[in-house]
């Protein structure tokens, strides 16, 4: 059966290219596949080097970078940086810091320019990788370009679900971030399977109306359960899955 789900599951992702799977297709096939996690790829065919990345400046920088296991991939880089250059955002919010930040803090510099403050907001769990962070946005002249703040998990009941999340900062602290994110990345918290639903809701009041939003591995059964939660909020809209490495689900918040 395992199988049967994942030629299937391969087979749409071969028909819709670079067209977002159906969610209702995507159910399907899980539902067709046993064990954990049958539809993500395995680790050695996910897993990138810099050379693969089209942004000339990043695939210099990341040269000694791993790219596809904890932090993302060239592909999923790349089209990134192709959402970032066709929505053009006013502000990215970002939920897991890391490459991930300095990606994004590049192609909002390559868009936008030089000035016109902060363009990255990056939420991580721990201050110890967010001041990691800070260093690679330092290093690469874009630290005035990106904001990295650290919000440690505690465990929440949000819009009825039970999961660690993010303890946001009190109201108020972020105002100046309201309404003004067009893009969400979410490639966080590492925490237990459904631990990343609490983002969006607590997201939302920093995305701008009709956000543009996209979650890593959502190719995981952690993720495909947030994936069926997050269609039943009446906020978020949920578009397809992207079969790009361990798999983009897009939609839009406020739509």
């Not at 599951?9 to 670079?18: H, I, N, T, V």
């Not at 067709?32 to 680790?43: I, K, N, Q, S």
């Not at 991930?100 to 990255?120: E, K, N, W, Y």
């Not at 108020?172 to 990345?185: I, K, P, Q, S, T």
């Given at each position: 059966?395992?199988?049967?789900?994942?030629?299937?599951?391969?087979?749409?992702?071969?028909?819709?290219?670079?067209?977002?799977?159906?969610?209702?297709?995507?159910?399907?096939?899980?539902?067709?596949?046993?064990?954990?996690?049958?539809?993500?790829?395995?680790?050695?065919?996910?897993?990138?080097?810099?050379?693969?990345?089209?942004?000339?400046?990043?695939?210099?920088?990341?040269?000694?970078?791993?790219?596809?296991?904890?932090?993302?991939?060239?592909?999923?880089?790349?089209?990134?940086?192709?959402?970032?250059?066709?929505?053009?955002?006013?502000?990215?919010?970002?939920?897991?810091?890391?490459?991930?930040?300095l990606c994004l803090a590049q192609f909002?510099?390559?868009?936008?320019?030089?000035?016109?403050?902060?363009?990255?907001?990056?939420?991580?769990?721990?201050?110890?990788?967010?001041?990691?962070?800070?260093?690679?946005?330092?290093?690469?002249?874009?630290?005035?370009?990106?904001?990295?703040?650290?919000?440690?998990?505690?465990?929440?009941?949000?819009?009825?679900?039970?999961?660690?999340?993010?303890?946001?900062?009190?109201?108020?602290?972020?105002?100046?971030?309201?309404?003004?994110?067009?893009?969400?990345?979410?490639?966080?918290?590492?925490?237990?399977?459904?631990?990343?639903?609490?983002?969006?809701?607590?997201?939302?009041?920093?995305?701008?109306?009709?956000?543009?939003?996209?979650?890593?591995?959502?190719?995981?059964?952690?993720?495909?359960?947030?994936?069926?939660?997050?269609?039943?909020?009446?906020?978020?809209?949920?578009?397809?899955?992207?079969?790009?490495?361990?798999?983009?689900?897009?939609?839009?918040?406020?739509?």
């Amino acid at each position: 059966m395992k199988s049967v789900g994942r030629r299937a599951f391969k087979a749409l992702a071969w028909l819709y290219g670079e067209r977002p799977l159906p969610v209702s297709a995507v159910r399907l096939t899980r539902r067709l596949a046993l064990g954990d996690d049958p539809l993500l790829p395995p680790a050695w065919l996910v897993g990138t080097s810099s050379t693969a990345i089209r942004n000339s400046q990043l695939r210099d920088r990341l040269a000694s970078q791993e790219l596809g296991g904890m932090a993302l991939g060239a592909r999923t880089i790349n089209l990134l940086e192709r959402e970032v250059r066709r929505l053009r955002p006013e502000l990215v919010l970002e939920f897991g810091s890391g490459i991930s930040t300095l990606c994004l803090a590049q192609f909002m510099f390559d868009v936008h320019g030089p000035g016109g403050g902060i363009r990255v907001l990056s939420i991580d769990q721990d201050e110890r990788y967010a001041t990691v962070t800070r260093g690679l946005l330092q290093e690469a002249g874009l630290a005035d370009a990106a904001r990295v703040v650290a919000c440690p998990l505690s465990q929440q009941t949000i819009e009825g679900f039970t999961a660690n999340c993010y303890t946001m900062p009190p109201a108020g602290d972020l105002r100046e971030f309201e309404g003004r994110a067009g893009m969400v990345l979410v490639d966080g918290p590492a925490a237990e399977n459904g631990a990343r639903f609490g983002t969006l809701p607590l997201g939302r009041a920093y995305a701008a109306n009709g956000a543009r939003f996209m979650l890593d591995d959502a190719l995981r059964d952690g993720e495909l359960d947030t994936m069926r939660r997050w269609s039943r909020l009446p906020y978020v809209r949920v578009q397809g899955l992207r079969v790009v490495e361990k798999g983009i689900l897009v939609g839009l918040v406020n739509p």
